[in-house]
């Protein structure tokens, strides 16, 4: 659920965000609104201060310095050498105007006119050091709001996120077999409903096409019975002549064996379709010897003249509850296959340890590849010769649908080793090992 995951961790991330950049707006915003509002008013009120303080000055003379706690005021004249007016302060010009002195804060409003100067100076040296603990309080302010976003932020994202969390829940549970339940009803009828009401549609469509396509292969291979029957009876027949030319009763053989293994193949095929339909358990125990040795029989024609050999080792007896054609179909492409690219040498079928084991001398399939063999329709890049490339396939699928095991291993130069075990094999009991 790593989607999911870092879906969630975008909420909170964007939560923090607002809330840390809305807080910090607010700070910043405070703390210039404090200092244009100080400077506004402080220096209108200095400014208003100092000219009132100069009219009256120049209605009565008599009228003294303004002096307060915080508040001081001068009068002088140009030239003047006034030196109670800090030098700092005497060569401002007319206005308001921050200045420092003696390392302290003050604002100075100064009046400037032909026969007096007038001073009025506000220490705000206080106001400096509030507004510096006003910082601090200001970040902390900031922090609290970033914790509580982040938390809004979580409480949010796991209510957001539920009804996906709910929704993928609920398509992982979804059964393999049948119909699949319908998603939409959990739901209520927002975006996450839309979604789950799409789904379903597409499961519909889907179902639909499985179940054609499970109706077609099953009335194929129902259907190809007949014609496999005819054939085989009809064989059957001519070689109960019993003035037959042994040429012909050879090639009628073969005919006979390639009738039964596509009967075979029917069958399996006819099987897998029911299977999967939850019908068709065949609870019967099957010799995998036997079977192995009747499939080797139908291949010993295409060794004909060439330096290869095909051998059966049996290790010890092994019994699988699966169908019979199944097991013979699976072994049997197993074997074509090993038998179509060892031009010279030994395709060996050993069967022991409940597994069935099929190794040739062939060209190899190089490591890049070995992952692909079992795809429909894959051929490797150095494969000559025809084939549709569904041999492999079709054994991956059998195993798959028993819940079996399969494997190979390959050296290119040397050969390929196909591995595979159908579940609940079990030993028969004990036998000496048959070659043949």
Not at 242 to 257: E, S
Not at 269 to 298: M, P, T, Y
Not at 324 to 343: C, F, H, P, Q
Request: charged content about 25%; cysteine-free; glycine content about 8%.
């Amino acid at each position: 659920m790593q989607f999911r995951r870092r879906l969630r961790s975008r909420i909170v991330l964007s939560f923090l965000l607002f809330g840390t950049l809305l807080s910090a707006l607010f700070a910043l915003s405070t703390l210039f609104l404090q200092n244009y509002l100080e400077d506004q008013l402080i220096g209108a009120t200095l400014k208003q201060e100092l000219d009132d303080y100069v009219t009256q000055l120049r209605l009565d003379s008599s009228v003294l310095e303004p002096f307060y706690t915080r508040i001081q005021g001068y009068i002088t004249r140009p030239g003047d050498p006034n030196r109670t007016v800090d030098a700092a302060v005497r060569t401002l010009p007319t206005g308001v105007h921050d200045v420092s002195i003696a390392g302290g804060a003050f604002k100075a409003a100064v009046r400037k006119e032909e026969d007096l100067w007038a001073f009025l100076i506000y220490d705000v040296s206080d106001n400096q050091r509030l507004k510096k603990q006003l910082i601090p309080a200001l970040v902390g302010v900031v922090l609290l709001f970033s914790v509580l976003s982040f938390m809004l932020g979580a409480s949010a994202s796991r209510r957001v996120l539920k009804p996906v969390s709910d929704l993928a829940a609920r398509l992982d549970n979804l059964s393999e077999e049948g119909k699949p339940d319908r998603l939409s009803v959990h739901f209520a009828d927002d975006e996450v409903g839309q979604l789950a009401s799409a789904l379903d549609s597409y499961a519909d469509r889907l179902h639909h096409l499985v179940e054609r396509d499970r109706e077609f292969n099953a009335d194929v291979s129902h259907e190809l019975r007949s014609p496999l029957t005819v054939i085989t009876g009809a064989t059957e027949l001519l070689l109960a002549q019993p003035d037959l030319d042994q040429k012909v009763r050879t090639r009628l053989l073969r005919i006979a064996r390639a009738a039964r293994q596509s009967a075979d193949i029917t069958t399996a095929l006819l099987h897998l379709v029911r299977a999967e339909q939850g019908i068709d358990k065949d609870s019967a125990a099957h010799n995998v010897g036997r079977i192995v040795s009747e499939v080797v029989h139908l291949y010993e024609p295409l060794v004909g003249n060439k330096p290869r050999a095909l051998r059966v080792v049996e290790e010890d007896r092994v019994s699988v509850i699966a169908p019979e054609s199944v097991v013979a179909v699976t072994v049997g492409n197993l074997i074509g296959n090993a038998m179509r690219y060892t031009a010279e040498g030994e395709v060996l079928i050993s069967i022991g340890n409940g597994r069935v084991r099929v190794e040739d001398t062939g060209p190899g399939i190089p490591e890049e590849e070995l992952d692909h063999v079992f795809e429909r329709h894959y051929r490797g890049q150095n494969i000559t010769g025809k084939g549709a490339g569904l041999g492999l396939a079709i054994v991956a699928g059998v195993v798959a649908a028993h819940d079996g095991d399969l494997s190979i291993e390959s050296t290119p130069g040397v050969g390929t080793i196909v591995s595979l075990a159908i579940p609940l094999a079990v030993g028969l009991g004990d036998s000496q090992p048959t070659p043949s």
